[in-house]
């Protein structure tokens, strides 16, 4: 916009530098200009950052860590200052010197209104608005491929309704606890005992922790899943149950036979290749030698930003080493309504058995992911922000140029051009800009979006759909950013236009 509106002023220039203003004078003077505009926009900016910053601190989720030591203090005024100052210098330096090394005599003989920029500052425009598109792609797909990989690691598999299922956490790691099996399980089966009674819960559940361990189901290639072998997750009869977890294939485990039992997710019946087969047959590992009895879905109960794995839940009787619980528990109303009865009967066990972290599963789930969801939110706002500047440099240029070309289009209308016409090569104008810049944009995306495939859960970085529809979509609003400029460029009045050159 400061390029566009430097071009206009090449008449004042010129009569400036008639009555004895010197180039350095007129350098200082578009400096002076363009500075002070990109420390007003500076300040602005650093206000809304203010501003924004404590509502930030305000919804922001308590999982996300020292949110609220976050200030703006003085290294960020100075970087806002410094960026704004650069700003201010690059944009005023190049119009400046541009006139500076101009002939401006013929520009006295030229009204004002028939100055008009040269072919080359009109392709040095055209480039930077093509160059905010191309930005603006490349944010908005990195934003639409964070935004569909947040959708479907939020998915939660059939059966399980995390809004009713109460979790906490249950330390056991005390002197009295510590590596002494014989009083852990008589706190365990004292903790079952209250947890039946309470009224309002339907299932309840413990998870005592996972190891890797090397795996061999008999009869099957062995199972390589993460270094080590695959992950066996010790819990109680109940826990899976509490979840809500339906089972695929075969059958829950009889209370006192799980420690001879194990269920199995999709993932593992996938890996090893067995199918329904799988039923029936004996997994072994370090810690680990029990008849695969059911098959459940895959799911997550823990955290949301990680891929399914292959998992074997047993008893948790057969853990090497515990030190603590998490309690999963199913209620028949809203589990936060009793939330401190739950606590305080646990308490009642043995009050020195700290019990934290107690939230709904929608809960733990949802801090889990807080980061990413955080992280999503910013990329949104930067992609919108650029995508606005992008269309506003749209809409000055084209305006810019219908006002320049006011005579030109007064004289094709009056020579029998239609209105149609005039409408189509002022939105064809635009749109070139824009389908440079949106071609430079999928190509940059496309490499760009590469880096962050470690970030992607369940979209590819090149995913056609995303691209499609943030390149149909940065179209559209083009386009209609060129409207407003090319209807008044259409019903321009060819007398007055005429009249006026």
């Keep these: 916009m400061l390029l566009a509106r430097a071009s206009t002023r090449e008449r004042e220039i010129a009569i400036r530098a008639a009555v004895g203003a010197g180039r350095?004078?007129?350098?200082?003077?578009f400096l002076a200009e363009s500075v002070l505009l990109a420390l007003l926009g500076g300040a602005t900016g650093v206000a809304l950052?203010?501003?924004?910053?404590?509502?930030?601190?305000?919804v922001g989720s308590p999982a996300l860590p020292r949110l609220e030591d976050a200030h703006i203090d003085i290294f960020v005024m100075s970087f806002a200052l410094l960026i704004s100052l650069a700003t201010g210098l690059l944009f005023g330096l190049a119009p400046?010197?541009?006139?500076?090394?101009?002939?401006?005599?013929?520009?006295?003989?030229?009204?004002?209104r028939s100055s008009s920029a040269s072919t080359a500052q009109l392709r040095v425009r055209s480039m930077l608005v093509a160059v905010e598109v191309a930005l603006a792609m490349v944010l908005l797909i990195g934003a639409g491929l964070m935004l569909r990989s947040f959708q479907r690691m939020t998915s939660y598999p059939p059966g399980l309704n995390p809004d009713r299922i109460l979790t906490m956490r249950v330390s056991l790691a005390g002197p009295h606890y510590d590596r002494q099996w014989p009083n852990q399980n008589v706190y365990l089966q004292q903790l079952f005992q209250k947890l039946s009674d309470l009224p309002g819960v339907e299932a309840f559940g413990i998870d005592c922790g996972q190891f890797n361990q090397p795996l061999q189901v008999v009869g099957v290639r062995p199972l390589h899943g993460t270094r080590g072998g695959g992950p066996v997750r010790y819990v109680s009869t109940g826990y899976l149950k509490a979840l809500g977890m339906p089972l695929l294939a075969g059958s829950w485990p009889p209370a006192d036979q799980m420690l001879d039992d194990a269920v199995v997710n999709e993932s593992f019946v996938r890996q090893i290749g067995a199918g329904a087969d799988v039923i029936g047959r004996r997994v072994k590992g370090s810690f680990l030698n029990a008849t695969i009895t059911g098959v459940v879905a895959d799911f997550k109960d823990v955290q949301l930003d990680v891929e399914s794995t292959p998992q074997v839940f047993t008893d948790y009787r057969l853990i090497p080493g515990m030190r603590g619980v998490r309690i999963a528990l199913r209620t028949s109303r809203d589990p936060l309504a009793i939330a401190e009865t739950v606590r305080k009967a646990i308490s009642s066990i043995d009050k020195n058995v700290p019990v934290s972290q107690v939230q709904?599963?929608?809960?733990?789930?949802?801090?889990?992911?807080?980061?990413?969801?955080?992280n999503l939110a910013l990329l949104?706002?930067?992609?919108?922000?650029?995508?606005?500047?992008?269309?506003?440099g749209i809409y000055g240029v084209i305006a810019y140029l219908v006002a320049q070309r006011t005579p030109e289009i007064g004289i094709r209308i009056a020579l029998g051009a239609s209105r149609r016409s005039i409408l189509q090569m002022v939105v064809q104008q635009g749109m070139l800009m824009v389908l440079v810049g949106v071609c430079g944009g999928l190509v940059a995306a496309s490499v760009l979006t590469r880096l962050m495939s470690h970030m992607l859960y369940g979209v590819k970085a090149g995913d056609p759909t995303t691209f499609a529809l943030v390149a149909g979509a940065i179209a559209i609003t083009?386009?209609?950013a060129c409207i407003g400029p090319a209807l008044r460029a259409a019903w321009i009045d060819p007398m007055a236009a005429l009249r006026n050159e």
């Design 49 to 58: 950052a203010a501003g924004s910053l404590a509502i930030i601190q305000r």
């Design 24 to 29: 350095a004078r007129v350098i200082r003077q």
């Design 478 to 480: 083009a386009l209609l």
């Design 380 to 392: 949104v706002v930067f992609a919108a922000t650029a995508v606005l500047l992008a269309i506003v």
């Design 96 to 112: 400046a010197l541009t006139f500076a090394r101009r002939d401006l005599d013929e520009a006295l003989r030229l009204d004002a």
């Design 360 to 374: 709904t599963l929608a809960q733990e789930l949802s801090n889990s992911v807080a980061a990413r969801r955080f």
